[in-house]
Every structure is written in structure tokens, then in C-alpha cells.
């Protein structure tokens, strides 16, 4: 017999790959995650920390509930019950970076894009470690934003192969104002969180948005 916490787990994989899966869709026709890039992951439990993460090498917007692997606070990939899993699929080479932001209190979700104009201005504004983003009505669709007379800072931080070092400096930096909202990783694309799938997905589509006026106007 299945217990209420077992059910209730269950009910929360299932709600998050679904979300996902839509959001693999949703994100590939808009052109922000190409071939097999980008990555999500979503915390189904904080106490034991399990995160559900899609797995590597799947097409985004081609994404199956079964895509999507559950792993513990260490990164093993694990059953719902806790024992290790049987499955051929792993996380992605960047799974330490999601975990290292779904370890802070209130991150229910990570979500992560390779857009065009995401990839153009980490490259643009390297110089100044951070797009500025000024005066625009859209910024009142991230957390904590109640004007558009308000200016945020996205940060740019290297790309690195070594995913492991990116997260130990995200995990230093995270509680700071200046990543409140997420970063750009140079050449390589958008990182935000939120308290749940929803909320991240929002600040994903606020910020792609911001983007592309930020890169559009410069072409002015």
C-alpha cells in the first residue's frame, strides 16, 4: 500500500515533468533552447533534498515525462524511495549548478536557456560584467519588482567546463541583490529561479524579452 508522503511525491514528479515537458515546447518554439541545450530542474522535497532535472542529451522540445531523472543532495540519480536507480540516464554536466541554487531556502525551480539575444549581450556587456536593464514596464514581471522605474543588473559570470566551480561561486554569491533574479553565463545563456516551476518559467520569458529590446535597441 502506497503511503500518503509516497503519493504525495509521486503527485509532485509527476505535476513538475509535465510542466517541464510544456515548457521544453513552449521555450524551443520561441527559439531559447535549440538541439539539446539548455536544462530544468525542479525540488519535489527538501527534507530529504531530492530535485528533479532533465536528463542529459534530450531535445527540449521534444521532452517525454520519462526524461527527467531524480537525484539526492550528492547528485546520485535515485528512485523515489531513495535507493539508487537502474537507469542508463544522467543529469546534465551542469547539474551541479542547479543543485547548488535548489540548495537555498525559497529556489523551488531552476530553469536555464540558450537564446539568441542571451548569448549576443553576455558577449556585448562582458566588459561590464552585467546587463542593465532600465525604466521598462516588463520588469515588473520579476520578483520583487513594483515599478518600472526601477534598474536591475544581470550578471555575467564566465563560461567554464568546470560546472563545479561555477556553482561554488553562484553558492557564495546567491543571497546577494545582485543575483537576486538570476545571471548570464558568457557565451552560453540565462540562468533564473523562483519559488516554483511557474514563477521561473515567468521570469524566463521577462528577461528573454528584456533581452532582445536591450539587443534590438542597440541596433538602432
Do not use: C
Amino acid at each position: 500500500m502506497i503511503n500518503t508522503s509516497d503519493r504525495i511525491l509521486q503527485e509532485k514528479l509527476q505535476n513538475a515533468a509535465s510542466d517541464m515537458v510544456r515548457y521544453g515546447r513552449a521555450f524551443y518554439g520561441k527559439g531559447w533552447n535549440l538541439a539539446t541545450s539548455s536544462n530544468y530542474s525542479a525540488v519535489v522535497s527538501r527534507e530529504p533534498l531530492r530535485v528533479l532535472m532533465t536528463a542529459s542529451g534530450k531535445h527540449k522540445g521534444e521532452l517525454t515525462v520519462d526524461d527527467f531523472v531524480l537525484v539526492d543532495q550528492q547528485l546520485s540519480v535515485i528512485e523515489p524511495d531513495g535507493k539508487p536507480s537502474s537507469t542508463a540516464m544522467k543529469p546534465s554536466a551542469e547539474a551541479a549548478l542547479h543543485l547548488a541554487i535548489a540548495k537555498h531556502e525559497g529556489v523551488g525551480a531552476v530553469l536555464h536557456t540558450h537564446s539568441v539575444w542571451g548569448t549576443v549581450l553576455s558577449n556585448r556587456f562582458a566588459a561590464d560584467n552585467a546587463v542593465t536593464l532600465s525604466g521598462y514596464e516588463m520588469l515588473k514581471a520579476l520578483a520583487g519588482v513594483k515599478t518600472h522605474e526601477t534598474t536591475i543588473r544581470i550578471p555575467i559570470l564566465e563560461n567554464s567546463q568546470d560546472m563545479d566551480e561555477v556553482a561554488k561561486i553562484v553558492s557564495r554569491r546567491i543571497n546577494s541583490e545582485e543575483l537576486k533574479h538570476g545571471f548570464l553565463l558568457r557565451g552560453h545563456g540565462l540562468y533564473t529561479w523562483a519559488e516554483s516551476l511557474a514563477a521561473a518559467r515567468n521570469q524566463v520569458e521577462a528577461l528573454e524579452f528584456l533581452f532582445e529590446v536591450v539587443g534590438r535597441s542597440g541596433d538602432l
